[in-house]
């Protein structure tokens, strides 16, 4: 089956044609974020505007890289007219900004119809679960730690149809707390690979003595996180130290709660799979700790992250969601919903 899958959500525009689900045939990302990094942040109205401009040429790419334009038909190839060899069109409906989501929904409602092709909406949230599906195949029941910007969710992934939300972020979520510290540090956007960057160049000089940020809820039974604390003790300590010092910190504090909250799930629900999904899981220290505390802790498990460039937000995701989660929907009932649940 050759789905296409949308993506709009934030502010990437993307496009890929994905073969049952695990097979990569094409992928088109036109991405804003280095005007982005200009504000220090996304602006949504800025975000959908050079969505608008994207997102047809970022489509057409993704069908001619896969070749799947109707040579048969007597028509231009990059028009509604000309109908590619796909089975059918993906799109995310949410979470994410209204602006941005809309046109990739309204975009897809149009095609499905002018293609005569059905259309599988799809959770965000759920398609970042299946960056680890490429080219790979985890079994199932599995935790998986869902971390992004505006997220962070542990969920028991017992098959394909069914997800149980096992705790997630009381405030911000950590991508967002990696944000807003590197804007108190002025490292600059996104502040993931900022901190990240800035960590790198001090990891070889930490000594025992340096400062140590909190682990908010570290020792709490529930699988909930909470970093604004986190963001709150930065701000408190940004003048006592160079900023590599408090990068390294960050990242240390951020990454510690996400790897020992997540590996108690495992232990928890006794599962022999671990998934670790979204821009956040992108972060080489993390899947560092991941790999060091699951010897630590002499877990039987095998851990699946994605590669970085699938960590982040792409069509191929939402396309293979859609393949294990093939339930399309007549494209007039399909609508976007901006505050999406990983569970909804």
Not at 144 to 166: F, P, Q, R, Y
Not at 252 to 261: F, N, R, S, W, Y
Not at 321 to 333: C, D, G, L, R, T
Request: proline content about 6%; aromatic content about 6%.
């Amino acid at each position: 089956m050759i789905i296409l899958g949308i993506e709009t959500s934030c502010d990437e525009t993307a496009a890929a044609v994905v073969k049952d689900g695990q097979t990569v045939l094409s992928n088109v990302i036109a991405s804003s974020q280095e005007m982005h990094a200009k504000t220090g942040g996304i602006i949504p109205e800025q975000a959908a505007r050079e969505q608008i401009k994207s997102i047809i040429p970022v489509i057409e790419q993704a069908i001619s890289k896969a070749k799947l334009w109707d040579v048969t038909q007597h028509v231009p190839q990059h028009t509604t007219h000309n109908t590619p060899s796909i089975d059918a069109i993906a799109v995310t409906v949410g979470p994410g900004l209204i602006g941005s989501l809309l046109i990739g929904v309204e975009t897809a409602r149009t095609l499905s119809w002018a293609w005569n092709k059905p259309l599988i909406p799809v959770n965000h949230l759920i398609g970042h679960l299946y960056a680890n599906w490429i080219d790979n195949t985890p079994s199932l029941p599995a935790v998986a730690l869902v971390v992004s910007g505006g997220h962070t969710d542990i969920v028991l992934m017992k098959n394909h149809k069914e997800i149980e939300w096992l705790g997630g972020t009381r405030d911000d979520a950590a991508g967002e707390c990696f944000d807003k510290c590197a804007r108190l540090l002025d490292l600059g956007f996104p502040g993931g690979p900022a901190i990240a960057k800035a960590a790198k160049s001090h990891k070889s000089r930490v000594t025992s003595h340096q400062i140590r940020l909190p682990r908010p809820l570290l020792d709490e039974k529930s699988f909930d996180f909470s970093f604004s604390g986190l963001k709150t003790a930065v701000l408190r300590e940004v003048d006592r130290w160079k900023k590599p010092v408090l990068a390294y910190e960050i990242q240390e504090a951020i990454t510690d709660v996400l790897v020992q909250k997540t590996l108690k799930a495992v232990k928890h629900h006794k599962v022999d799979t671990l998934l670790v999904a979204g821009g956040v899981a992108a972060n080489s220290r993390l899947k560092e700790k991941f790999e060091l505390e699951i010897g630590h802790w002499k877990l039987d498990i095998n851990l699946h992250v994605p590669p970085p460039k699938l960590c982040t937000d792409n069509a191929i995701m939402i396309a293979s969601a859609a393949f294990f989660n093939n339930k399309p929907i007549p494209w007039e009932e399909v609508s976007t919903n901006p505050s999406l649940t990983i569970t909804q």
